[in-house]
């Protein structure tokens, strides 16, 4: 058990629709990141929040957002769905933003769109 | 762009015998480097890490090698066993315009054990 939590564990929803992913990270990081895995493109980097605040995007979409709140939860926002954003969303923490530390992955979130 | 890459995507080994894994990267910037290891409907998880300024650095059966003059990494996993099969998956650190740190992932290898 790597400590962080995702939810939902399995998400189905349809074209156009928007949909809100959550992650708790482990206790004592303040660096949260998401990270999208699909067949095609591997596992990619979107987007790296630290205590709160933004600090890097990767391959993120525009339909794509993300916050990170004051107990340092955070979610990833996705909207307008298409097709291709079917794939496992992953969390990962870290104890802070600019390190050489590994970062801690959750288990994900499985998202279909039908 | 540059990107991080794996040698073979699927490596069959017999139990107890030694496994290893390659990988090459191409960003020579890279300064650290990280193994996970993937089982089905789990996320990937945390095995070993090297910074750029080693060339090797060991764990509880587990190896890693760096060559930072052809960029090549490696995994050595010693006496296999059934609970290893997995997708393994090296990543270096992605110094972004903002200075932190997405992981750049290669595509993966399916290691399979053999009874």
């Known amino acids: 058990d790597s400590g962080v939590t995702q939810t939902p564990k399995h998400l189905i929803t349809a074209t156009g629709q928007r949909v809100t992913l959550r992650c708790s990270p482990r206790?004592?990081?303040?660096?949260v990141y998401w990270y999208q895995q699909s067949l095609d493109q591997g596992l990619q980097f979107l987007i790296q929040?630290?205590?709160?605040?933004?600090?890097a995007k990767g391959n993120i979409l525009e339909r794509f957002s993300a916050q990170q709140f004051p107990d340092l939860h955070s979610e990833l926002n996705l909207s307008s769905l298409e097709l291709g954003d079917s794939a496992l969303y992953f969390c990962?923490?870290?104890?802070?933003?600019?390190?050489?530390?590994?970062?801690?992955f959750g288990d994900g979130t499985r998202l279909s769109i039908l | 762009g540059e990107s991080v890459g794996l040698h073979l995507p699927t490596l069959s080994v017999q139990e107890g015998d030694n496994s290893i894994i390659n990988c090459a990267y191409s960003n020579s910037a890279s300064d650290y480097f990280i193994w996970y290891k993937q089982e089905s409907g789990k996320g990937p998880q945390f095995i070993i890490d090297?910074?750029?300024?080693?060339d090797k650095r060991q764990g509880q059966r587990v190896t890693v090698l760096l060559n930072k003059t052809v960029k090549h990494l490696s995994l050595q996993i010693a006496a296999t066993q059934p609970g290893d099969s997995a997708v393994y998956f090296c990543?270096?650190?992605?110094?972004?315009?903002?200075?932190?740190?997405?992981?750049?992932f290669g595509k993966g290898t399916h290691l399979i054990i053999q009874p």
């Open positions: 990962a923490s870290s104890v802070e933003a600019y390190s050489n530390q590994p970062q801690h």
């Open positions: 206790s004592g990081d303040l660096s």
């Open positions: 929040y630290y205590n709160g605040e933004e600090r």
């Open positions: 990543a270096e650190k992605q110094r972004s315009g903002g200075g932190a740190d997405g992981l750049t």
């Open positions: 090297i910074r750029s300024n080693m």
